[in-house]
């Protein structure tokens, strides 16, 4: 294999690459030497010198621990749970919440054989019988996988004997997304949106 | 900007990949540091420092002139002219043709500024008056801006003035695509089609 064929390979295993177009890709770069096949290998080059897992949160950062660990201005006692780096960015981006992140790695899935040792929970458990969490956000998506593993950390989170108090555990809501119309709705959003309907 | 999203920005000008497909890969890449991040830096530099334009059809390879430029067995009569290299890789994975190829860069296209001057044309008519080609494959896609291409090449191949002897000018046939239904076709491929049928 020459490396052409070696790196269009390599390109093909990024999700959302298939064979062809990882193959346009390599063009592309191979076309845009100096604009973007070098500055790419030296984006690369930095990200795996510089970043690194956060090792409180897991969050993806140059410092460990991470600049929102370290931020002494953000609210220690509220804890977000994610299961991914991607939520915890998507959340970031909305900018409402200030307190701390736990991200799990990914969720509970018997068909992926996913347990909770794959995950970061025991960690998460952890932090909170350290103390000084008052409020956990499950933060979870709205999936059977997702919502499975919300119960799971409510029960093992309501098991804990805490010594300073009451924890509260909540998780996003459900409902009718904002611009969706109902008539597109799945039943099961539309059952969720209607339980929890707030007065006005 | 730091690391990571400086790195985002960049996987997002890949073709295929948008700004939030260029975070799934980036984040994908976190995970696989081992498996997958460091070998594509590795075969990114390979491709970067290796690969380079042969100078005598435009091919990509590790020599200069290119494997197949160089390889006497193939027939140095027969040039096949395409638009770019991953047509010419499109080809020699059927692995029907044993000739040379002339990889245009592109094909002319008024809505995108690409005119005669753009493309690898003047260096085409030089390999084909050098002498020792007695055909040319016009190998462009069935589009508006490939059709125009390959009349202008047509043309101006006819125009030369070749110490030896004709030269035959062929495109690639028009037609049922292998597998396609007649329902499914649009007319101007039907149109073809039954222009160019062929008897039995």
């Not at 063009?27 to 030296?42: E, F, G, N, V, Y």
């Not at 009451?166 to 809501?173: C, D, F, P």
């Amino acid at each position: 294999m020459n490396d052409i064929e070696k790196l269009i390979q390599i390109m093909g295993r990024l999700p959302g690459l298939g064979p062809r177009s990882a193959r346009r890709a390599v063009l592309h770069l191979m076309k845009k030497r100096d604009s973007l096949l070098q500055p790419l290998i030296a984006a690369l080059d930095d990200v795996h010198r510089n970043v690194r897992s956060c090792g409180i949160c897991g969050n993806l950062d140059a410092a460990d621990p991470c600049a929102i660990c370290r931020d002494s201005a953000r609210d220690a006692g509220a804890l977000c749970v994610v299961a991914d780096v991607a939520d915890l960015w998507a959340l970031e981006r909305i900018g409402i919440f200030k307190g701390r992140y736990h991200v799990l790695g990914g969720v509970l899935s018997a068909l992926d054989g996913v347990g909770p040792e794959q995950l970061a929970i025991a960690p998460l458990l952890r932090r909170i019988e350290a103390g000084g969490i008052s409020e956990v956000i499950l933060a979870l998506g709205a999936t059977v996988d997702g919502q499975t593993t919300a119960h799971y950390l409510a029960d093992r989170l309501q098991g804990l004997d805490l010594a300073g108090g009451r924890l509260t555990i909540s998780r996003l809501a459900h409902g009718v997304p904002v611009g969706g119309e109902l008539d597109y709705l799945d039943d099961g959003t539309l059952i969720q949106a209607l339980k929890a309907r707030q007065k006005l």
